[in-house]
């Protein structure tokens, strides 16, 4: 078990391995498990074996990111929940905020251990204790609290679809843009999936453990993130975080070459990494006034949009972009042509 302390801050224990035996063998403590239909059918058979539990199963997807069901879950938890109870949260992104916002307000803050069983949650979202709940706009309500365990399989990768494996890639390609791209193609070329993860989580723990609360460098984590928001903000837009973040990024790739003089041949290296992984790079997006209003209401924002942009490869920075540049630069983005090919 790899302990890792987050500064001043509680601790965040990762356990890495490649299977689930030592779920199963957690503590002879009652369990309360609360997953979505698609994960509580696709590991039955693990989740059975473990002892002394009470399920919480919630619909699967975002739109079941909100207050009512929580207010579901709390009910339940109130009705069966002691001091011996050890909540389990087991599934992907959706999951994790719904777990972790729900134990960090009941009665003050309860533990909790985190199995992640995407990719994106397992380096991402289970990470830094932040999470999130849609009002009216998405992730608008949240707090920070992180489990006492993150249980990190990593043989789920030969198990997941391409479209999941590729989202979580986006994310690990994203800590390497400002750490050490060249690292990462070492661990490619040798396939140590085991190294890229434990490497991508310490890269990203570094910097919380710097700023656990972003009032600083943490922000540099949100790299692409305010423009996927605005995508998946419009419900015409029908892509996953993961592809919404890969815009993202290049988007910032395209306004960083603007505002900092970023050479052209530096982004082309960048989007041929992306077409390793045969990710299919778009920048025709349906965008509307009413969306860039939303994003205003994000979490990352107070008056102004902040993005997060890159000044050399490798170092972001944050700059304030007025809503009508913004706009302006979304148009010149959409009327870029992009050959998947050759980017």
Same mark, same amino acid.
Not at 246 to 258: E, W
């Given at each position: ?9 509680? &601790? ?9 035996? /030592? ?24 989740? @059975? ?31 069966? *929940?002691?001091? $011996? &109870? ?104 040798? *396939?140590? *999936? @085991? %190294?890229?993860?434990?490497? #991508? ?14 009032? $600083?460098?943490?922000?540099? +984590? ?17 892509? #996953? ?19 900092? @003089? ?20 778009? $920048? ?5 006034? @009413?969306?860039? %209003? ?19 490869? /490798? *170092? ?10 913004? +706009? ?5 983005? $959409?009327?870029? %042509? ?6």
């Amino acid at each position: 078990m790899k302990i890792i302390k987050f500064k001043k801050q509680s &601790i965040c224990s990762l356990y890495v391995t490649n299977n689930y035996k /030592s779920l199963i063998k957690i503590n002879n403590f009652k369990k309360i498990i609360i997953t979505d239909y698609n994960v509580y059918i696709n590991f039955y058979s693990i989740i @059975k074996k473990i002892k002394n539990y009470k399920f919480i199963i919630i619909p699967s997807g975002e739109l079941y990111k909100n207050l009512n069901t929580i207010k579901i879950i709390w009910k339940f938890m109130i009705k069966f *929940f002691n001091k $011996n &109870i050890t909540i389990l949260s087991i599934g992907g992104g959706v999951i994790n905020d719904i777990v972790c916002f729900i134990c960090s307000v009941f009665l003050r803050g309860i533990n909790f251990i985190e199995v992640p069983t995407t990719l994106l949650c397992q380096i991402d979202s289970s990470i830094g204790g932040k999470n999130a709940i849609n009002f009216f706009s998405k992730n608008l309500i949240g707090t920070i609290k992180n489990p006492i365990l993150i249980y990190l399989n990593y043989s789920i990768i030969f198990y997941m679809n391409k479209n999941d494996l590729k989202d979580g890639f986006v994310e690990i390609i994203k800590y390497f843009l400002f750490n050490n791209l060249k690292f990462f193609f070492y661990l490619y070329k040798i *396939f140590n *999936f @085991k %190294k890229i993860l434990i490497r #991508s989580c310490y890269i990203k723990i570094k910097i919380i453990s710097q700023d656990y609360y972003e009032k $600083n460098i943490r922000s540099v +984590l949100n790299l692409g993130h305010t423009y996927a928001h605005c995508i998946e903000n419009n419900k015409f837009n029908k892509l #996953s975080h993961g592809k919404s973040v890969l815009i993202g990024i290049i988007f910032t790739l395209f306004v960083s070459s603007l505002y900092y @003089k970023i050479s052209l041949l530096k982004i082309s290296k960048i989007l041929k990494l992306f077409l390793i992984f045969k990710f299919e790079i778009i $920048n025709k997006i349906k965008f509307t006034i @009413k969306m860039i %209003k939303k994003i205003t209401l994000d979490k990352k924002f107070n008056i102004k949009i902040n993005f997060v942009l890159f000044k050399k490869i /490798s *170092f972001c920075t944050k700059k304030i972009i007025k809503k009508k540049i913004l +706009l302006f630069l979304i148009k010149k983005f $959409n009327e870029i %042509k992009i050959n998947n090919r050759m980017a």
